[in-house]
């Protein structure tokens, strides 16, 4: 997505060859035109997919998400991230670990909001090891719903996480993929 | 709102003369077509304050608060919840302690993304105590900037949140008042 790219390659910053830094439009001010721009793009690449719900994990997929979900006119849902494990028969919950943060999470959903009719499609800001895609798919998939699609903002394909998810048969669709933060410059794969 | 209203009639759950759940169409699962109607009832009543920037804080202020970003074409910022304090010189923190969830927070922003030039709008979902948006507020205030408004998808008026507000002078618009919740019945202040 030109749009992305460019304003990655203005205004991201690389912090060092793994992180690259992009709070002033992504992750902590947020521009919701380049948002509602993504979610016009993901909702005419998954819009064949007949998906019922977009689901996104707290908190910064949630404006990527709510955008694409009014474009395609289904429900989004909050996955939440708590630290801690609860015991309650109304939730489903699967536990990973960001290397990112370096915390375990139990990402979390109420019972309420997911049924084995469900064709969901995953929407998240990152992807780099995988872990939230996996607990998210995990999460889904326990229940016998499908996940017709992942969609990520930004995809550092120098980390593991988009090679897992392609082996494991997903239709993965990045709008940015980043080959490299090597010598203070980012490379895109086009 | 009428349409907020008859949702919330027809959605929310009573778990208490204290609490209603949401989580259906606003907090956990979120209705994005209503968000976006939430998003131009914003920024019909507050167009004219001149706002630079639409602050919320993670997680469930998100939804709404991007879509009265996008109307009103001005950048969101999430303030951040952290749970603990962070000695760093590139942030503003100001903690508060949220009754609802018998936590202390210290809510965070990059210096970044505020100005003592910035005229703030507020949004998020809840209002009750009103110790969260008395954060957000010091946290605005202290840099020399100004909060022009203070938007509320659903205000609890039996909360102390509202008259603490309203005794300090800002301008707070709620688009559904909640009188009371007793009687296993939702009755609104029109």
């Not at 948002?35 to 005419?44: A, L, R, W």
């Not at 489903?92 to 375990?104: A, E, G, I, L």
């Not at 996996?134 to 017709?148: F, P, R, W």
């Amino acid at each position: 997505m030109k749009l992305l790219e460019d304003m990655i390659l203005q205004k991201g910053k690389i912090i060092n060859e793994d992180v690259l830094k992009v709070d002033n439009f992504i992750n902590h001010q947020v521009d919701s035109k380049l948002m509602k721009e993504i979610g016009v793009e993901f909702s005419n690449y998954f819009k064949k997919d007949k998906i019922t719900k977009i689901f996104t994990i707290e908190s910064s997929g949630i404006a990527p998400a709510v955008m694409t979900s009014y474009e395609l006119n289904v429900p989004m849902v909050i996955l939440k991230k708590q630290t801690s494990a609860i015991l309650n028969d109304d939730i489903y919950q699967v536990n990973y670990k960001s290397f990112t943060k370096n915390t375990t999470y139990n990402l979390t959903i109420s019972k309420d909001y997911i049924s084995q009719d469900d064709s969901i499609l995953i929407i998240d800001d990152f992807l780099a090891n995988g872990e939230a895609a996996k607990a998210s798919i995990k999460l889904i998939e326990n229940v016998g719903a499908k996940v017709v699609g992942i969609g990520i903002v930004i995809e550092k394909t120098f980390q593991p996480g988009r090679k897992i998810l392609d082996e494991l048969g997903y239709n993965v669709y990045s709008l940015a993929r980043i080959k490299s933060l090597k010598n203070n410059k980012i490379e895109f794969i086009n």
